[in-house]
């Protein structure tokens, strides 16, 4: 039905809801997932920032302090190398990252910290360095003293006297694990990058530049210094991986959970229903139903309407379908009990003693252990003795048979009427009025809507009138609207009838003013 298809799209069924929250689960461990890869991504690039700036520090320090030892040495280069041996092994005895320091004087190494007096060109000795540089760096693959251990050759040329200057070896052989030790678990691995050559912590052996890794992580170069440090790290390792994975499976867990929670207990159609009652949202519309022999009004027929803040008007057979389906339809029917009540003083103004007051009733409430109790407080809660009520039953809804002749016979001696609602629509129709006593029989609106056309349910309406008149029932036709099905019912004896030919269902204000205006005796006079 397409109201039914309209109450769903705001209620969701079982199955809907255990949908839109395994979806919900799914895009929630995506999102959270993806969230927490990025949040580690960009801390661990922090901590490679990090981690480059402390290098760069280091390496600034530690050069400017073997700028400093150097400097200090300079005086001793235009010295004999035996007036100065003593001192110069003492200051390479004090740095102990120092191999050895070397006097160099017009391209010739002539004293050294550990040899003493020597006699080597700079050529033979470290070809890549450039003594006309006032600073310069290399990377040997050994020294003569320490042959196959890869060294730092570092050149400081004496400011003052020219030709000469300091040359210095340094190890580094455990110089890049001291550097990162603190953040060893996050690099892979570390080069000490001088010109061409390197020294890797992968490897003892010096490395050409060209064979290391491409595209390293960070480098941290100093601008005085001709040196590098190539950082190698993965920006997405493995392990921030797994955690944004397993993260995700838990928040997308719980958010499914807590949707379904949710969905299920916070936005079901019950929880709705029952805020709906609490927020005044229901309100009773009233159908004037019409005496057809008199042309009089005769009574009206009670009808709840939901007006839903966000989904507007909600059809009377989708919600009270769903009230059923959620056991709520005794509180919502306890509601319209209530509202109904509210009205009845002014209805009381409108309508004379004996107006019947007609309210539909669920199967499911009167078989309700509160049935009875209700009934007695809606009925002591209305102007005594004014008002004729009839219980209108859908037939479209099954009856315990056993309970509801008891039932129907105590509402009989409490003084009130009952009607089968809807006939000829359900599954019970004849079972209904073989085995329950019943004052009158509502034809539905379908089979109003047959007559003066060709189809197969214009027989059926011309039998069931005939039915009811043998079981002696007085017959009420919904949905009339037009004058022909007017006259038509009439004319075969239809005692009530009831539709917008007459007047649409009206609030009780509309009501009022529809009653006060005339408008309800133009549209009975039309009827003739």
Known sequence: MPSKKIFARYFSSPRQIASFSILFALLSALLFGGITSLVLHNKRESSYDVLARDIRSYLRHFFEDLHATADGIQPLTVADCKLVTGELTSRAAFNVNVRAFLLINDGIAYCSSATGSMHMTMKDLMPDIDLTKNVDLAIMSGTPMMPGKPTIAAWF????????????????????????????????????????????????????????????????????????????????????????????????????????????????????????????????????????????????????????????????????????????????????????????????????????????????????????????????????????????????????????VGIFAWLHDQGFELAVDDFGTGHSALIYLERFTLEYLKIDQGFVHSIGLETVTAPVLDAVLTLAKRLNMATVAEGVETREQAKW????????????????????????????????????????
């Not at 949202?281 to 709840?304: C, N």
């Not at 204000?509 to 009975?524: E, M, P």
């Open 157 to 404: 040329k004496n400011s003052v006297v020219d030709g000469r200057g300091v040359f210095t070896t340094l190890n580094v052989n455990l110089t890049p694990y001291l550097l990162f030790t603190a953040r060893q678990s996050q690099v892979m691995s570390m080069a000490i990058v001088v010109g061409d050559k390197a020294l890797t912590t992968l490897s003892p052996e010096l490395q050409f530049t060209r064979t290391l890794p491409p595209d390293p992580t960070r480098i941290a170069s100093l601008s005085d210094y001709p040196i590098q440090i190539y950082i190698y790290g993965s920006a997405w390792p493995s392990e921030d991986i797994q955690l944004s994975i397993l993260a995700g499976l838990i928040f997308g867990l719980l958010s499914g959970v807590m949707c379904s929670y949710f969905l299920s207990v916070r936005m079901r159609p019950g929880k709705e229903i029952l805020t709906g009652i609490k927020r005044e949202q229901f309100y009773v519309v009233y159908q004037p139903v019409v005496d057809a022999e008199a042309l009089k009004m005769q009574g009206i027929e009670a009808l709840m309407r939901w007006e839903h803040p966000t989904a507007g008007m909600i059809p009377p057979d989708a919600f009270i379908a769903f009230a059923e389906a959620q056991q709520l339809i005794v509180p919502l029917t306890r509601h319209l009990f209530e509202l109904i009540a509210r009205d009845a003083t002014q209805l009381q103004e409108i309508f004379p003693p004996g107006a019947k007051l007609g309210i539909n009733l669920a199967p499911s409430h009167l078989h309700a252990p509160s049935f009875k109790d209700d009934i007695l407080a809606f009925a002591a809660s209305l102007p005594p003795d004014h008002f004729q009520i009839v219980f209108e039953i859908t037939e479209r809804d099954m009856l315990k048979e056993r309970e509801a």
């Open 489 to 528: 019912l009439i004319d075969r004896g239809v005692n009530f009838l009831q539709g917008y030919y007459f007047s649409r269902p009206l609030t009780l204000r509309q009501l009022i003013s529809w009653h006060q205006s005339g408008q309800d005796d133009d549209a009975l006079k039309n009827a003739h």
